[in-house]
């Protein structure tokens, strides 16, 4: 293995890790002594990560206090684990009770399949862990130098070795979370239990990864997990209705940095095929080992995979990997896409079973929402999956049931008709509570699309499923690189303007305009879709059309 060099620094970070007994630092004494703010200690806001949870702020009233000269509005993210994104009705109702009790009452499903409650304040942290606990549900490691929530395409219905596929999700999560047990510790029993001795963790070591680490299940025909923008990702190979085995795609991610050359972001390269369950698990393990060996530690902005992949170059990665699982990987394996959209409204699948999928917007449940989705969950006629595309999916409803989910639907009036843009699109939470945001993108998004519908209506493309994205920054959190008309915020009411995007995932977009306001993105957006229905070629979707125009 290449040794860092003496003269490297190694990032802050990694000391915090490395000295932070098992994750645990002085959590303990953050919550329960330090009554004087509502932030924890600094080198906790770093170690609560790993326990699923985010410190922010209320960005909106920080000059309020700030004048008052009062402490900033201190709260905090939990973010879930649920590997697949899936939930029985008692979860659901649990998240809903939780949701109500603590935090905004608002309950937000990310681009990971899972969801996340926003506005908890310190001293209400213990009590929503041991509540999520009760329900069997946890936020270990949904945030942090560690593998987060692994997804996998969500709707049942695309194959009937969906359940096959899908459980893969939950062995690679168990496969690779981390051996401590602080979690428990601080935040569910609140004394020291366990011995420090059972929790070697040859996997993480006491240093844990560079950086966050992303896996994705896709199962063609559709693309709805964005497969080549994670670390890893699989697609799952299947013939005469069996599962050959994955196609492994490694060094995927988005995030880049304003001003910074020696960040941008990657697609995930295919570098081979595993046919069994073993050789797959054993193949993802050891890449993370590969990452937490070579990984850069020195500069975070450079840590994820993808540079490590660029660094030791595809072949020489996969020859690094190849030497720590004991095989070759075989060949990829023929695969195509050609969906990446949801199925909304009622799906059937191959054993009559029902799947309704609902649309909610950016993933923000809507009060209304929000009742409907409580009462269907005291019928206890479904389960609930979280898509990747932020929506939420009705599942296994039995034939004689869904007259009663259709009756709540209509009273509820949950069924819109939205225009295929709104539906195609995706935002990151952003202002007021992400402290890395330079622009709005989840509150201003709806209003964007909104003033775009009318320029849809004199083209007529309100039914083209083009897809739009928007993020606050530049870290892709919303996954605005691959999306056909992709927004990235520069400042105050200000978005790179990003083109060329293919419809299906496996194509990067690129710059088309900088720093463009409102009006000139609305002007360009009318511009663009009128050469798109002049010009277009027969069945070519917009991004392809863009891409062949400005970039070919």
Not at 305 to 329: A, P, Q
Request: charged share 30%; proline share 4%.
């Amino acid at each position: 293995m290449k040794k860092r060099k003496m003269s490297e620094k190694l990032s802050p970070i990694e000391a915090i890790k490395t000295k932070s007994d098992g994750l645990r630092g002085t959590l303990k004494e953050s919550i329960d002594i330090d009554n004087h703010t509502g932030n924890v200690r600094p080198d906790d806001e770093t170690l609560v990560k790993f326990h699923g949870m985010y410190v922010q702020d209320d960005r909106d009233r920080r000059t309020e206090r700030a004048e008052k000269k009062l402490d900033k509005l201190y709260s905090f993210m939990i973010r879930l684990r649920i590997p697949g994104g899936v939930i029985n009705a008692d979860q659901w109702l649990a998240t809903h009770d939780i949701s109500e009790e603590f935090g905004t009452g608002t309950l937000k499903i990310t681009t990971r399949q899972t969801v996340q409650l926003h506005g908890l304040l310190k001293h209400q942290l213990r009590p929503t862990i041991q509540a999520f606990n009760v329900a069997k549900l946890d936020s270990i490691a949904a945030c942090g130098d560690v593998n987060r929530n692994v997804i996998v395409s969500s709707h049942p219905q695309i194959s009937s070795l969906h359940q096959e596929i899908y459980e893969y999700a939950d062995k690679i999560s168990t496969l690779l979370l981390p051996k401590t047990q602080s979690y428990y510790e601080v935040f569910v029993d609140g004394e020291k239990i366990y011995e420090r001795s059972s929790e070697a963790d040859p996997l993480y070591e006491d240093r844990y990864l560079p950086r966050k680490f992303k896996i994705a299940i896709a199962i063609p025909p559709s693309n709805d997990v964005d497969v080549f923008t994670n670390d890893i990702g699989l697609i799952a190979i299947i013939e005469n209705n069996k599962l050959k085995g994955f196609n492994i795609a490694v060094g995927g991610g988005l995030a880049t940095t304003h001003g910074n050359p020696n960040t941008y972001a990657r697609l995930g390269s295919i570098i081979g095929f595993t046919d069994t369950e073993e050789k797959t698990l054993k193949a993802v393990y050891e890449i993370l080992t590969v990452q937490r060996d070579f990984g850069n530690r020195v500069d975070r902005k450079l840590s994820r995979m993808k540079y490590t992949v660029d660094k030791l170059t595809v072949e020489g990665f996969k020859k690094e990997l190849e030497s720590r699982i004991g095989f070759d990987l075989l060949p990829e394996q023929p695969f195509t896409f050609t969906e990446r959209s949801d199925r909304f409204g009622w799906e059937q699948n191959h054993i009559g079973k029902w799947f309704y999928t609902l649309f909610v917007e950016h993933g923000v449940v809507k009060p209304y929402q929000k009742q409907f989705l409580y009462e269907l969950a005291q019928l206890q006629l479904s389960n609930f999956i979280f898509s990747g595309n932020q929506n939420l999916i009705l599942s296994e409803i039995d034939d004689n049931d869904k007259a009663k989910v259709d009756e709540l639907i209509e009273k509820h009036q949950v069924a819109k008709d939205d225009s295929a843009l709104r539906k195609n699109s995706m935002a990151c939470v952003a202002l007021p509570t992400c402290p890395l945001a330079l622009a709005e993108a989840q509150r201003y998004l709806p209003e964007l699309v909104t003033k775009i519908e009318p320029i849809l209506e004199k083209y007529e493309l309100q039914n083209d499923e083009i897809s739009i994205r928007m993020t606050g920054c530049p870290n892709g959190c919303g996954r605005p690189y691959v999306a056909e008309l992709g927004f990235i915020g520069t400042g105050p009411g200000q978005y790179n303007f990003m083109l060329g995007g293919d419809r299906y995932g496996e194509r990067l977009n690129q710059l088309y305009k900088e720093k463009q306001t409102e009006s000139e993105i609305l002007n360009e957006v009318d511009q663009l879709l009128g050469r798109y229905t002049k010009e277009k070629k027969e069945s070519e979707t917009f991004g392809d059309f863009s891409f062949r125009t400005f970039f070919n």
